[in-house]
């Protein structure tokens, strides 16, 4: 089934890049595509030309299709993605999708879910928003885009960036056929059926990363300690909600990006001058701190978190229940430190956050569903789409025991491993990770 285009719009980026702004409408649920549809957002990008003799007919150029991180992030302008550039200087066009729910998508908010009706119909219409329906949509759009492709160039390349490589291997698990190549950035999944094992092994590399912080800035272990005293004793109103212990502590997640450490210490010093100087927090201390959390803006982040890894099983809050038997996570200050957790998502932020407190009993029925497969091993392991995986030892949000030993099971993956790169290193060091993606694909490693 073909995409339905519903309107498209061209725009030049003056001097680099000629974008197509395109609206599509897909159903919501394939099993059932007459049971109502939503509109997709995507964008495509080609280099902005204008010959000295018009061409007679413009050549089609295979397609790089770009799967945003997350779950639950759109993508940002073409022109603010470094590793465009080369992408069409090796012959590409580019397409940039918000997946569904996502971005200009049929965006999810408490609101738009409310339309829904109670919690269990939003919990219903949730389950149409993971990997396996994203990778139907991809199926859809190419279909619409090449159809006037001769036969043999209908397939095209896909790159993932993080939870977008995630998205790319149920790509190669179950519609293979529509796939030259791809191109993983951290993003390479842990085959597993449940989030258990994934957050036992990142709770370790969370661990290392607080170490290394309080190594770093050992003059933050006593400033932490006042600010959570602080937090535990006042209720602190942000924008999105309230500013609780629990949730200061969710700013290890930035651990995981280049510059993390640098960017919490900011955060921290920030707090604790505000503390010492005027015994309460400035508005611009709370604008910073509400600007670092993001949870209300892009609430499928939460809902749904846990669940990219659930096959044939419930998450039953995984994060939630290691954390509590996990002391060194726990915040108290009879300890050396207080360390700071990562990217999981707790039930606690389903309180903290005012939006996401709307929809707490449509996350707590998703938590309790037994999710069906994202991923056929045995089809992975007779792939022939070439795979090309930019894999970090000392990634944070994807375990690089996990990652690898994916790797090892998608047949013919090559895989650049590398540890000087955080995970994000695919917009902090586009350049430096495409080329290597590419030398890869071009076998100019000797």
Same mark, same amino acid.
């Given at each position: ?55 007679? &007919? ?16 759109? /993508? ?68 619409? $885009? ?20 995630? /998205? ?16 993983? /950035? ?17 709770? &370790? ?77 400035? $508005? ?25 890894? /659930? ?44 939006? $996401? ?19 056929? &091993? ?5 792939? &022939? ?62």
């Amino acid at each position: 089934m073909a995409a339905k285009l519903i309107d498209r719009r061209f725009h030049n980026v003056p001097g680099k890049l000629r974008v197509a702004e395109l609206f599509f409408d897909v159903p919501v649920d394939y099993s059932k595509p007459n049971d109502g549809t939503l509109r997709l957002f995507a964008r495509s990008v080609s280099r902005l030309n204008k010959p000295v003799e018009p061409t007679k &007919e413009e050549t089609k150029l295979p397609w790089l299709v770009y799967l945003q991180g997350g779950p639950g992030f759109g /993508c940002g302008a073409p022109q603010n993605y470094g590793w465009v550039e080369l992408a069409l200087n090796k012959g590409y066009q580019v397409l940039f999708l918000d997946q569904r729910g996502t971005g200009l998508s049929s965006t999810i908010t408490a609101a738009t879910l409310a339309r829904h009706g109670n919690a269990i119909k939003q919990a219903e219409y949730l389950k149409n928003f993971r990997a396996d329906s994203i990778v139907r949509d991809c199926e859809a759009i190419r279909r619409f $885009l090449t159809e006037d492709y001769p036969e043999n160039q209908r397939k095209w390349s896909i790159i993932g960036q993080s939870f977008g490589g995630f /998205c790319a291997v149920t790509y190669l698990s179950k519609f293979p056929e529509g796939l030259n190549e791809a191109f993983l /950035c951290g993003g390479l999944p842990p085959l597993v059926n449940g989030p258990d094992p994934v957050y036992s092994r990142t709770y &370790e590399k969370v661990e290392q990363r607080n170490r290394a912080y309080y190594a770093k800035f050992p003059e933050d272990v006593d400033r932490v300690k006042k600010i959570m005293r602080y937090l535990a004793e006042n209720k602190i109103a942000l924008s999105s909600g309230w500013l609780t212990p629990s949730r200061f502590q969710q700013f290890g997640i930035l651990f995981g990006f280049h510059g993390g450490l640098d960017s919490l210490h900011d955060i921290v010093l920030r707090v604790w001058n505000d503390l010492e100087i005027f015994g309460s927090l400035t $508005l611009p201390t709370l604008s910073v701190v509400d600007s670092n959390g993001g949870m209300d803006k892009n609430i499928i982040y939460a809902i749904l978190h846990e669940a990219i890894y /659930c096959q044939r099983q419930p998450s039953l809050w995984s994060a939630d229940r290691l954390r509590a038997a996990n002391p060194i996570f726990q915040i108290d200050e009879s300890q050396p430190e207080i360390y700071f957790t990562g990217e999981m998502v707790y039930k606690d932020m389903f309180d903290s956050y005012s939006e $996401l407190k709307q929809v707490q009993e449509t996350a707590a029925i998703l938590a309790n569903i037994d999710w069906p497969a994202l991923y056929d &091993e045995a089809q992975l392991a007779k792939n &022939e789409v070439p795979v090309y995986a930019a894999t970090y030892i000392d990634d944070m949000y994807v375990h690089f025991d996990l990652a690898s030993s994916t790797a090892v099971k998608i047949k013919g993956t090559k895989q650049f491993i590398t540890n000087t790169m955080y995970h994000d290193a695919l917009r902090s060091r586009s350049g430096e990770v495409m080329r290597q993606l590419f030398n890869l694909r071009d076998d100019s490693i000797d």
